[in-house]
């Protein structure tokens, strides 16, 4: 059974860092695309941003709104996926989910989803 | 950036009803678009992919069609477990980008 399991939200202040972990069960990690899709409250889905698989380059990607101030990395030792957040803004608070990046050619979507950790940026 | 245009953004429908949900976007995408469904707060589940094609496990009543810029998710027969909300998703190129949504709900 594929179990992706989110940690790491809480509430922090404006300007504070956060780290999310997602620990990764259940496939082969280290061959998945991983990417992170957040929900503000009572808002729709948001792309934060994606890792590509070391075999792919570990390259990632993100969203306008979080660059250069959130990291994705992974490390496919403990089969988990991380999201470093600096510089957080009130904006950001949402639910984060992680989400494996599924694939058929050129064809991308996302299968599996972790239950999701909420982020909350408040003074 | 795409941008993904849902329509309604709200429907109130019956069960056994035939229910339609369009999403169109912003430059042609192919057939680079899937389909999302999400109930009460939790993770989103994903219905159809490649613009057409059934996610296994997904019941036969959900369809999808379209290509280029225009797109429409189908419920053939609406049943109680349908009432939840819908996006679509484009994965033609970075940034992936989301519909607003569709809530549908009980008439």
């Known amino acids: 059974e594929v179990q992706l399991v989110e940690s790491g939200g809480g509430l922090v202040k404006p300007g504070g860092s956060l780290r999310l972990s997602c620990v990764v069960s259940?496939?082969?990690?280290?061959?998945?695309?991983m990417s992170w899709v957040r929900q503000a409250p009572g808002k729709g889905l948001e792309w934060v941003g994606r890792i590509k698989s070391k075999v792919d380059g570990g390259t990632a990607d993100y969203a306008a709104p979080v660059k250069g101030r959130f990291t994705i990395s992974r490390d496919d030792s403990k089969n988990t996926l991380y999201l470093q957040m600096n510089s957080l803004k009130t904006e950001d608070t949402a639910v984060y989910y992680c989400?494996?990046?599924?694939?058929?050619?050129?064809?991308?979507?996302?299968?599996?989803w972790g239950q999701g950790t909420l982020v909350t940026v408040s003074s | 950036d795409i941008q993904m245009t849902q329509s309604p953004s709200s429907l109130s429908a019956s069960v056994g009803d035939r229910v339609s949900i369009t999403c169109r976007a912003s430059?042609?995408?192919?057939?680079?678009l899937n389909w999302y469904q999400q109930k009460g707060g939790k993770a989103p589940k994903l219905l159809i992919y490649?613009?057409?094609s059934l996610q296994s496990g997904v019941p036969s009543r959900f369809s999808g069609s379209g290509s280029g810029t225009d797109f429409t998710l189908t419920i053939s027969s609406l049943q109680p477990e349908d009432f939840a909300t819908y996006y679509c998703q484009q994965s033609y190129i970075t940034p992936l980008t989301f519909g607003g949504g569709t809530k549908v709900e009980i008439k």
């Open positions: 989400t494996t990046e599924q694939s058929s050619g050129s064809f991308i979507w996302f299968d599996y």
């Open positions: 490649a613009a057409s």
């Open positions: 430059q042609s995408i192919s057939s680079y």
């Open positions: 259940g496939f082969t990690f280290i061959n998945a695309w």
